[in-house]
């Protein structure tokens, strides 16, 4: 067993004893450009719980940092938070290799967990709101389905308050550092608003209701500790709670992202005129041409924005493919409360025009004004429509924003 890896003791009962994913770059389409970790927790008291495990590769590294604690073999328990490969890929390793008493996940988990390993594993299924008791240990488990999968669900460990959340309240950030209040703040709070925008942006209803449900139950908490990235204690556990109640509700700001495509410039010239009438209307804009922006920035971007405007020329009969990647992309999270219009230059068809109002219909974009086409190049009476345009929708943002 390689001894260079430590567990980290982060409360009375329970450590650390996950794995820094430093190489990776991208997480089903979300490019995570600081890297990631994967969090395992080990509680140590008259029992012994594994809570959750690790990305497959990185069995060998949490596996050492159990064994800098406990002898694995002495693990009592696994809890099985969430079932996605990221936190139970090494789960079946860690199971020949720990042959605990039990494996616990929710119903929908334990159901997940066979389809992924086959039954083998003999996972018991909780209850909503059940409260176990592990030896000394006092274990609620609280059901929070797609946040981020139907399977997934909270624990809440009593004995040291700590709410370990699996997916939620992480973000992908790759670091030496434990906790969220060791972390430089500009990364911290960039990399947790990334990782809502791109993962749990669609499922922010069912945010709402589950911080209703989890504020009904009085639980103290000293922190959260999510699978991904640092971990919440102190002023850090109200911080993020409320950015998720903030984030959630989805109210447009004053902010406009221009985001587009261009083949001869001509679509550009179009986005960078209605950025100027967005300005000159009195709201801040992000101007994001798909040659220079990845499709998770753009997300991102609009997390805290109140429009979207997007352009593309015709290529072939379609908007061009970065356009077709990013406006995919951003209509599968489900933005809500967005106002906007399209734009493009093309040659002879066209098409690319109406296919990104449609999409913006399909979100439920608010259309303002018109959509604007250009036949090759934008002149000056082009550029100025696009201009007013720019203006029509400023004062229509402010009117939504209520400023
Ligand atoms: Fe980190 Fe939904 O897995």
């Not at 979300?30 to 080990?42: F, H, I, Q, V």
């Not at 550092?177 to 990334?194: K, N, Q, S």
Request: glycine share 8%; net charge negative; charged share 20%.
């Amino acid at each position: 067993m390689n001894d260079s890896y430590k567990a980290i003791k982060i409360s009375d009962h329970a450590y650390w004893v996950g794995a820094v994913d430093w190489s990776i770059r991208d997480f089903h389409g979300y490019t995570t450009e600081r890297g990631s970790t994967y969090n395992a927790y080990l509680l140590v008291g008259d029992r012994i719980v594994l809570m959750d495990t690790v990305k497959a590769p990185f069995f060998d590294e949490m596996m050492a940092r159990v064994a800098s604690v406990v002898n694995p073999e002495d693990i009592d328990y696994i809890i099985s938070n969430h079932s996605e490969m990221d936190h139970t890929g090494a789960l079946p390793a860690t199971v020949a290799a720990v042959k605990p008493e039990k494996v616990f996940a929710s119903a929908m988990g334990a159901k997940a967990l066979a389809k992924h390993y086959g039954p083998s594993l003999g996972v018991t299924a909780v209850k909503d709101g059940e409260n176990m008791r592990l030896g000394n240990f006092d274990l609620t488990f609280i059901e929070t389905r797609m946040l981020h999968w139907p399977d997934s669900m909270f624990t809440y460990f009593a004995n040291d308050a700590v709410l370990f959340s699996q997916d939620g309240f992480g973000m992908h950030l790759a670091t030496s550092e434990r906790f969220a209040d060791e972390v430089d703040p500009c990364v911290l709070w960039d990399e947790a608003a990334r990782y809502y925008a791109n993962i749990i942006l669609p499922f922010s209803s069912l945010v709402m209701k589950l911080l209703g449900k989890v504020g009904g139950m009085n639980l103290k908490m000293n922190m959260i500790t999510p699978d991904h990235g640092p971990i919440w204690r102190g002023e850090g556990v109200g911080a993020i709670l409320d950015l998720y109640a903030k984030w959630a509700e989805q109210r447009p700001n004053n902010k406009a992202v221009v985001v587009f495509d261009t083949m001869w410039h001509s679509t550009e010239k179009m986005a960078r005129a209605i950025a100027e009438g967005l300005v000159e209307g009195g709201s801040r804009v992000k101007v994001m041409p798909m040659h220079s922006h990845h499709r998770s920035d753009v997300i991102t971007e609009l997390l805290c924005a109140g429009a979207i405007v997007a352009g593309s020329p015709t290529l072939n009969n379609n908007m061009l493919p970065a356009m077709a990647d990013v406006m995919t992309y951003v209509k599968g999270l489900k933005p809500l409360n967005l106002i906007g219009q399209v734009f493009g230059s093309h040659g002879w068809s066209g098409e690319s025009i109406s296919q990104l109002a449609n999409i913006l219909k399909e979100m439920k974009v608010e259309l303002v004004g018109e959509s604007i086409k250009v036949e090759y190049v934008p002149d000056d009476a082009a550029l100025k429509k696009c201009h007013d345009l720019g203006r029509q929708i400023a004062v229509r943002l402010a009117e939504t924003c209520g400023k």
